[in-house]
């Protein structure tokens, strides 16, 4: 049931939060008072966007501000890349990690922001309550294929690995302390494989040869990450696994699954359905100004693979401050700063921080960033149009990399080469120019964009830097020659 009052405020200070297109906030609305509580559950923002054909980034606003707001509990989950199980969830960026380990897969992983980082959005129980914020109450089924497990996990048929899991079992208990459940299954050559979806307790079985005549009963002792014997090679036909829960203290979600010879079919590393990863999450202007106490730890740090680092200067800016005045001056940097924020923001990038005139910004690709140059010199030239003189100069320099995230001085930072690079190649622009690594202009697109303006290429030595650095300079339109 809906409560209506606090649902009422909490809708009204979304609805209040900025401009939203028509229609947004009714199909926000009609899916928390109709959806089922599947629906409301880890609720995918890109998928939503998707379905109720509303832009991705205005589908991802919704959901920070509707956290703000009250309406939504955001969730960081890890995902295996194996089977899609949902490794661990963080109702904070401030407990995230990249280290974890799958059970199910019995493998390690090491996550980056760029994926299996996944962010989703359940329905606040303030506003409604729904079965998954009691996860010790669902049902066996429901623990399993919708608590622990994703649906974004797609074989290489297309096929959501959820599904292929589902059609495999023959056996599923939730097995308390001290318990014994007896779990029946008509064996099919192949393999009987057990799983626990909260430890490395499992079996495998081996099913050949004739069918056996009678019930095939094998006793299996379950202990925290163990089960005796774990294996060995048993008759198709009817078998009862007798397993006796050893332990004190350990519930297992415990499933018994029959794996045809060869193996499921589209086994292998899953293709992923979009979803909101935490790459995108923290290069969304967004979040970073409506979450800025979350952190991530400074002893941890979380890999980027890959990133574009787009650095701001403008020339001659203390000429500016001693010709006009420091007050002056500064609100015509401020001026500045909006039109380079919104700029970042409209191309899908988010600023990181401002130092003096300066901005460092990030965006996801490359081509975003180029094209966030691009405009960001178009804006700066406007506010030059109408003055005495041309008292706003940019140069740009971008660099694409892996890089680490963090957070120091109560800011999400990101450090690394890849910011070493992007700043000195800022350095070397001249007025007006945009200096790219080779990295970002072969970046996909790039060049294409790059292409009606004068442009050079040379090497040059960068500090830190062991070789030569390829890089282009991005001067005027060719037109303009």
Not at 246 to 267: A, K, N
Not at 289 to 310: H, M
Request: aromatic share 8%; proline share 5%.
């Amino acid at each position: 049931m809906i409560n209506e009052n606090t649902f009422e405020e909490r809708l009204t200070a979304l609805e209040s939060a900025k401009a939203w297109s028509p229609r947004v906030i009714s199909r926000l609305e009609t899916l928390l008072r109709n959806g089922a509580d599947e629906a409301l559950f880890r609720i995918n923002p890109i998928r939503f966007a998707t379905e109720r054909s509303i832009a991705e980034t205005e589908a991802i606003d919704l959901f920070l501000h509707g956290t703000a707001a009250g309406l939504f509990d955001m969730d960081w989950l890890l995902l295996c890349p194996m089977c899609s199980d949902v490794v661990d969830s963080f109702r904070s960026l401030t407990d995230l990690h990249s280290h974890y380990h799958c059970h199910l897969c019995q493998s390690d992983y090491e996550a980056a922001l760029d994926d299996y980082i996944a962010v989703t959005f359940t329905v606040s129980p303030a506003v409604r309550r729904i079965r998954f914020h009691d996860p010790q109450t669902l049902s066996v089924e429901d623990y399993a294929f919708v608590y622990k497990a994703t649906s974004e996990g797609l074989t290489t048929d297309g096929v959501p690995w959820i599904e292929v899991i589902k059609s495999s079992i023959r056996a599923l208990t939730r097995l308390k302390p001290g318990t014994t459940a007896a779990l029946e299954i008509d064996a099919a050559e192949g393999l009987l494989l057990s799983i626990d979806m909260e430890s490395d307790a499992n079996f495998a079985f081996v099913v050949q040869g004739e069918p056996a005549t009678q019930p095939q009963r094998v006793p299996i002792t379950f202990s925290l990450g163990a089960c005796a014997p774990n294996g060995g090679t048993l008759a198709p036909g009817k078998v009862v696994f007798e397993v006796t829960n050893v332990t004190t203290d350990h519930t297992g979600i415990f499933g018994v699954l029959q794996v045809p010879p060869g193996g499921p079919p589209g086994r292998g590393m899953l293709k992923f359905q979009p979803y909101l990863s935490g790459k995108r999450l923290l290069m969304t202007q967004t979040f970073r100004d409506l979450f800025r106490s979350e952190v991530i730890k400074a002893t941890e740090g979380i890999a980027i693979r890959d990133v574009t680092l787009l650095f701001t200067d403008l020339k001659g800016s203390t000429a500016l401050y001693q010709r006009i005045g420091d007050l002056n001056a500064y609100m015509q940097v401020q001026r500045h700063f909006e039109r380079l924020l919104d700029v970042t923001v409209r191309h899908q990038g988010a600023v990181t921080k401002t130092i003096g005139d300066a901005v460092m910004a990030a965006f996801p690709t490359a081509l975003d960033a180029a094209r966030a140059g691009l405009e960001m010199r178009e804006a700066v030239e406007e506010l030059n149009r109408g003055r005495p003189q041309r008292d706003f100069i940019l140069k740009i320099g971008m660099h694409k990399g892996a890089a680490i995230a963090v957070t120091l001085n109560d800011r999400l930072d990101y450090f690394g080469q890849t910011v070493n690079i992007a700043a000195r190649v800022q350095n070397l622009a001249g007025g007006d120019e945009i200096c790219v690594t080779e990295d970002v202009h072969n970046a996909p697109g790039v060049a294409d964009i790059f292409a009606p303006f004068v442009s050079r290429r040379t090497e040059t030595e960068l500090k830190g830097v062991d070789q030569p650095t390829p890089v282009f300079f991005i001067g005027e339109a060719r037109s303009a020659q």
